[in-house]
């Protein structure tokens, strides 16, 4: 992780993903919300991270095996490839009756200093990987392994997970509305304009506690901008 990264990542823990996804959408990105991949567990803290990719594809019975996940381009292998602080984003393809994996991989996730795991599919062992401590965006539990419904394919290759696009080393985002792609190459520009977001509705909903009406606020008219613009001089 460069300095640049720690610094984004640091004023990235205190935005929404659902003010991230209304500053892209004015940027002309409508498909960054990962469909299905949504918290274990309540009240899970936001996690911010480059993606480490991951792909699986359908079932095929010649390679689908128990036997595949001592290969040398296996599940195993994408692990021992991920850097400390990144999020593995693995596509699916939101098969829900075969786990990509379980507590074991999860736990040498976490050995290995992996920042979360988010998925359009769904892990298996769900007690134990709530054990590891790993953080984890999925759309439930199965019980069957993964070769029972895929076939790994590589990773660090552009993926589809949960119907988004999403490239290796993309900026991850996830909180308890589920995890956002931010493109790689828009990064800065999208983190000043949601971070001003961020404080500016902080700002409304002061307005509003204090019992202001929404008509003029939200969105402000000329009288409430100015406003908010003195606020910032305080």
């Known amino acids: 992780m460069t300095s640049d990264d720690t610094t984004i ?5 205190g935005v929404t993903t659902a003010t991230l996804t209304t500053i ?20 899970m803290p936001r996690v911010v991270g480059r993606a480490f990719t991951v792909r ?4 095929r019975e010649d390679l689908a095996t128990p036997a595949s996940w001592g290969a040398p381009k296996s599940s195993r292998a994408a692990i021992e490839a991920m850097p400390a602080g990144c999020i593995a984003v693995v596509d699916a393809m939101g098969i829900r009756d075969a786990g990509i994996w379980g507590d ?12 979360a795991l988010v998925t359009d599919g769904v892990v298996r062992d769900l007690a134990g990987v709530l054990g590891t401590g790993l953080k984890v965006w999925a759309t439930g539990a199965a019980a069957p392994p993964s070769v029972a419904g895929l076939t790994f394919a590589d990773w660090q290759q552009p993926v589809g997970c949960g119907g988004v696009a999403v490239f290796p080393d993309d900026l991850i985002v ?25 404080r500016f509705e902080g700002w409304i909903m002061d307005e ?27």
Do not use: H
């Open 56 to 59: 699986f594809v359908p079932a």
């Open 208 to 234: 509003v506690n204090a019992g202001a009406e929404l008509p003029g606020l939200y969105p402000p008219n000329a009288a409430n901008k100015a406003k908010y613009e003195a606020s910032k001089k305080k």
């Open 104 to 115: 074991i991989l999860c736990a040498r996730m976490v050995r290995r200093g992996v920042t």
């Open 24 to 43: 892209l959408l004015k940027k002309g990105l409508r498909n960054v919300w990962i469909r299905g991949a949504l918290p274990l567990v309540p009240g």
């Open 174 to 198: 996830a909180d308890t509305d589920g995890a956002v792609v931010i493109p790689a190459a828009l990064m800065q520009e999208i983190v000043a304009d949601a971070v001003e977001q961020e």
């Open 9 to 13: 990542f640091d004023q990235l823990r």
